[in-house]
């Protein structure tokens, strides 16, 4: 697609449900991530996919937190049994390689506001 | 990880400049970028920095230095719609991701 796309944009769910988060990144990107980004805090970062591998999943706050990606593409993060804590917006990016020697920067979809009652 | 400080808010008058400054640690640098980031929405992409000195894209120009680990972002002729968060990022040698500072509120008053 021509941009990052994310779904749902709002997710309101019970405490103990679980949910699970789309992001569809920009065709040709190889590497996707996951942010989480609470008020007043930094973007956290929570997982890195290139391809359908995930080198680096340090950022996951628990076991309850989970992703997968599929053809390359398409990822899921899903939380599971969920907890007022977990209220935030989390954010998807992706970028064409995993940039370690060039500039190419993330591009961010508009995220999913997820909120916890 | 970095420690990335940069300040939490900062108010300015429409045309003026306005100077961010960001602060970072770490073990091995390659790279610092500037995002916006509008209420609600995406951040987007402002600008790269990875060797010192400064670049200029229009009314927006970043500087690097590396020996300091410093930045600045300067947004000059300030408008209405530059009212946004601006965020820090540093991506270290090696590595794949970025890490963030908590974004400096910029509100820009008539």
């Known amino acids: 697609g021509a941009g990052v796309s994310q779904s749902p944009s709002n997710k309101v769910t019970e405490k103990g449900k679980d949910v699970e988060l789309r992001c569809d990144p920009i065709?040709?990107?190889?590497?996707l991530y996951w942010y989480r980004q609470s008020l007043g805090q930094g973007l956290e970062f929570l997982i890195y996919?290139?391809?359908?591998?995930?080198?680096?999943k340090s950022g996951l706050p628990s076991d309850r937190f989970s992703a997968e990606r599929t053809g390359g593409s398409v990822s899921t993060l899903t939380i599971q049994r969920t907890q007022q804590e977990d209220s935030a917006v989390y954010l998807c990016?992706?970028?064409?390689?995993?940039?370690?020697?060039?500039?190419?920067?993330?591009?961010f979809g508009s995220g999913t506001r997820l909120t916890v009652v | 990880g970095q420690n990335i400080d940069q300040p939490t808010e900062m108010t300015a008058t429409e045309g003026a400049i306005v100077q961010i400054n960001c602060t970072y640690q770490?073990?091995?640098?390659?790279?610092l970028f500037w995002y916006q980031q509008h209420a609600g929405e995406a951040p987007t992409f402002l600008s790269y920095?990875?060797?010192?000195g400064l670049e200029e894209k229009g009314r927006f120009s970043s500087f690097l230095s590396r020996s300091k680990g410093y930045s600045y972002l300067l947004l000059k002729e300030l408008q209405m719609k530059d009212s946004a968060s601006y965020l820090c990022?540093?991506?270290?040698?090696?590595?794949?991701?970025?890490?963030f500072g908590a974004g400096t509120t910029v509100t820009v008053r008539a």
């Open positions: 990016a992706s970028s064409f390689n995993p940039g370690t020697g060039d500039n190419y920067g993330y591009t």
């Open positions: 065709s040709g990107h190889t590497a």
């Open positions: 996919f290139q391809g359908n591998s995930a080198p680096d």
């Open positions: 770490t073990s091995g640098f390659n790279g």
């Open positions: 920095n990875v060797l010192d």
């Open positions: 990022a540093v991506r270290d040698r090696g590595d794949y991701k970025l890490s």
